[in-house]
Nanobody, 124 residues
Framework: QVQLVESGGGLVQAGGSLRVSCAAS????????MGWFRQAPGKEREFVAA????????YYGDSVKGRFTISRDNAKKTVYLQMNRLKPEDTAVYYC?????????????????WGQGTQVTVSS
């Protein structure tokens, strides 16, 4: 069993940057593929980014490619999402998730563990 806790969300102006973090406890963090998703009001949960077990491979959704960077520190049991050149349409609750079976999967339903989410709001 893995518990995930996101932090670092907040209010930022368009064009700005923000880094959100996800700290894990329990389980073997390095054995999970990790992902970030987001959900805006009235919309479905959207895949944002994923990272492999050791961190050497990453994968991004089209809407964030080139602006967001996912990374992980297995010693700290933490995964990060660095968000640059933020846009108002990036406003959402951001969730991290752990995948026991693979990494890089886009479908939210395959992930085994989820955090509670952190709100990111980008003002225009």
């Amino acid at each position: 069993q893995v518990q995930l806790v996101e932090s670092g969300g907040g209010l930022v102006q368009a064009g700005g940057s923000l880094r959100v973090s996800c700290a894990a406890s329990g389980g073997t963090f390095s054995s999970y593929g990790m992902g970030w998703f987001r959900q805006a009001p009235g919309k479905e949960r959207e895949f944002v980014a994923a990272i492999s077990w050791g961190g050497s491979n990453t994968y991004y959704g089209d809407s964030v490619k080139g602006r967001f960077t996912i990374s992980r520190d297995n010693a700290k049991k933490t995964v990060y999402l660095q968000m640059n050149r933020l846009k108002p349409e990036d406003t959402a609750v951001y969730y991290c998730a752990a995948d026991r079976a693979a990494w890089g999967r886009r479908a939210a339903e395959v992930y085994d563990y989820w955090g509670q989410g952190t709100q990111v709001t980008v003002s225009s």
